[in-house]
């Protein structure tokens, strides 16, 4: 194996681990092993692919033609990336959001998460300091199982990872199933451009998500969580390994945690790069060794998930914020945020703007005073940044939709609100975007990245994309008129119906909305 090519193995030694673990926990497939590493083979060229089918071949004892064949079973081909190794619609899509600003990486506003970050937070003995492990001690000690879930229902804690669901309608129906074990997976995929959130919260807070996950466990019933992160987040990987490994050697991880009786402990595992993964039941298919694509439903993870058994899967911030819940009590923590959507939210602040960063705010906050905090919006004259015009804002990732300069001034930061305006809150990153924008152009690139990324599952999802981005593109080049706005507007009820993830039934958000709002551009 050449020096050039060490990382593409360590990651595949990475791939074998995993699968090894999981393997031993509940008996997946060593299929499963091989079809992940293959498949991160297809962001290699052809030669480093031929040279790692016989790196597997040596490690696992099974032929190249044997590998392929239970690629093939998989419906997974060994090919190079067809852009390799740069996936340019992504990229391309990642730097338009960014814009000006570049990737938000600073802490602006702090809420009730944010304020167990420091610069050492990271580490056991510094969240010990913050109060951490506090929730979870009582947890142990001091609630029932029913207790728990009865703070949490209190709470009206939504999820955090786009689709706003009740948190503890999905823990109880879990607990409702009548199943020898059940499994907690946390979904820490992140795929929507631009959103680094759940970044921040493994990287600064990892004990916090490890505590959240702990306190979920005894309210669910579960002795194995799994935390599923987006293969490229290595520096995240490697924090939280280290996090999971303190926690187990303090006693808060592992048999009889803190001598309470209940015990859990915590998988880590680096997923594949998939934007379809981030659904949760195409993360469940991953994690058992399959493509990552999504399941018909019903029935739903929380009934049939991960090998069978009834599967709860809630995001990174959605599990961060159960400690909170248990320290201040539910009915407290329900003050805060809209009354539909409570407590706070953490958003990602970028594109054309001041000061980009990360605002943990109330849900429900003026989107026009989340651009105040951010310095106001900017542009470029001669080069240099000045005091700009605001054009639209994406409110929650790529595929949430576009408000227009009028409608930023109306809306405010919850679901509903954002609804109004054929938008929604999607994961939190909210985008910026100053009069010199095109925003057919960004349009496209949405598109560009959506077809890329869909996993070919649904033929009605890729075709409609694809005719998504010729529509555009006529558009763009002043072939159509804007009754394609209406054609689009109808394929994408009709896709919300049918389609099985996300990815397809918010194809179109963006599109639409720029088609109408901006289609000069």
């Known amino acids: 194996m050449t020096k050039t090519n060490n990382l593409t193995q360590q990651r595949i030694k990475t791939h074998l681990s995993d699968y090894q673990r999981l393997e031993d926990r509940f008996g997946l497939p060593k299929a499963g092993a091989i079809f992940n590493c293959l498949k991160a083979l297809q962001e290699s060229d052809r030669s480093v692919v031929l040279e790692m089918e016989d790196y597997l071949q040596a490690q696992l004892g099974v032929t190249r033609a044997e590998q392929r064949r239970l690629a093939s079973q998989y419906d997974m081909f060994v090919q190079p990336h067809p852009n390799g190794a740069?996936?340019?619609?992504?990229?391309?899509?990642?730097?338009?959001?960014?814009?000006?600003?570049?990737?938000?990486?600073?802490?602006?506003?702090?809420?009730?998460?944010?304020?167990?970050?420091?610069?050492?937070?990271?580490?056991?003995?510094?969240?010990?300091?913050?109060?951490?492990?506090?929730?979870?001690?009582?947890?142990?000690?001091?609630?029932?199982?029913?207790?728990?879930?009865?703070?949490?229902?209190?709470?009206?804690?939504?999820?955090?990872?786009?689709?706003?669901?009740?948190?503890?309608?999905?823990?109880?129906a879990a607990t409702k199933q009548e199943a020898e074990r059940r499994f907690l997976i946390c979904n820490a995929d992140e795929g929507e451009p631009p959103t680094r959130k759940d970044k921040l919260l493994m990287e600064r807070a990892p004990h916090l998500l490890i505590e959240g996950m702990l306190i979920a466990a005894k309210a669910i019933g579960v002795r194995l969580g799994i935390v599923y992160v987006r293969g490229d987040y290595e520096e995240s990987l490697q924090i939280l390994s280290d996090a999971v490994s303190e926690a187990q050697a303090d006693g808060w991880l592992g048999e009889d945690i803190q001598g309470s009786g209940?015990?859990?402990?915590?998988?880590?595992?680096?997923?594949?790069?998939?934007?379809?993964?981030?659904?949760?039941?195409?993360?469940?298919?991953s994690l058992e060794g399959k493509a990552a694509m999504p399941r018909p439903t019903p029935p739903y993870p929380v009934?049939?998930?991960?090998?069978?058994?009834?599967?709860?899967?809630?995001?990174?911030?959605?599990?961060?914020?159960?400690?909170?819940?248990?320290?201040?009590?539910?009915?407290s923590f329900a003050t805060t945020g809209s009354p539909d959507c409570t407590g706070t939210q953490i958003f990602g602040l970028c594109g054309d703007i001041a000061q980009p960063g990360f605002y943990e705010l109330p849900i429900g906050f003026k989107l026009d005073d989340l651009i105040t905090m951010g310095g106001g919006v900017i542009e470029l004259h001669q080069g240099q940044p000045i005091p700009g015009r605001l054009k639209a804002v994406s409110p929650g990732g790529a595929t949430t939709g576009l408000l227009n300069a009028e409608e930023v001034q109306q809306a405010y930061l919850e679901p509903a609100s954002l609804a109004i305006y054929g938008a929604n809150s999607g994961s939190g990153a909210v985008a910026v975007f100053n009069q010199q924008r095109d925003l057919l152009d960004y349009a496209q690139d949405v598109l560009d990245f959506l077809a890329e990324e869909s996993c070919g599952n649904c033929i009605q999802c890729t075709v409609?994309?694809?005719?998504?981005?010729?529509?555009?593109?006529?558009?763009?080049?002043?072939?159509?008129?804007?009754?394609?706005?209406?054609?689009?507007?109808?394929?994408?009820?009709?896709?919300?119906?049918?389609?099985?993830?996300?990815?397809?039934?918010?194809?179109?958000?963006?599109?639409?909305?720029?088609?109408?709002?901006?289609?000069?551009?």
Not at 129 to 145: F, H, I, K, M, W
Not at 262 to 285: N, Q, R
Not at 303 to 331: D, K, Q, R, S
Request: glycine share 12%; hydrophobic share 35%; net charge neutral.
């Open 86 to 172: 740069n996936h340019q619609p992504s990229q391309k899509l990642h730097r338009t959001l960014l814009g000006l600003s570049g990737e938000p990486k600073q802490i602006r506003h702090r809420g009730p998460l944010l304020s167990k970050v420091n610069e050492n937070s990271s580490h056991l003995d510094a969240y010990l300091a913050l109060g951490g492990y506090t929730a979870a001690r009582q947890a142990l000690n001091e609630c029932s199982p029913e207790q728990i879930l009865d703070e949490v229902k209190t709470s009206q804690l939504r999820g955090r990872g786009g689709a706003f669901f009740p948190v503890g309608i999905k823990w109880e």
């Open 303 to 331: 009934e049939n998930g991960l090998a069978g058994y009834p599967t709860v899967v809630n995001n990174v911030e959605t599990l961060c914020n159960i400690p909170i819940i248990l320290e201040v009590g539910g009915e």
């Open 464 to 521: 409609s994309i694809r005719k998504a981005q010729h529509s555009l593109s006529y558009l763009r080049g002043g072939k159509a008129s804007l009754s394609i706005v209406d054609e689009m507007t109808a394929q994408a009820r009709l896709l919300a119906q049918i389609l099985k993830c996300g990815l397809g039934r918010g194809a179109y958000n963006t599109a639409i909305s720029a088609a109408a709002k901006f289609p000069e551009g």
């Open 262 to 285: 209940f015990s859990f402990d915590i998988h880590i595992f680096a997923g594949s790069g998939s934007y379809v993964a981030g659904c949760d039941t195409a993360m469940i298919e």
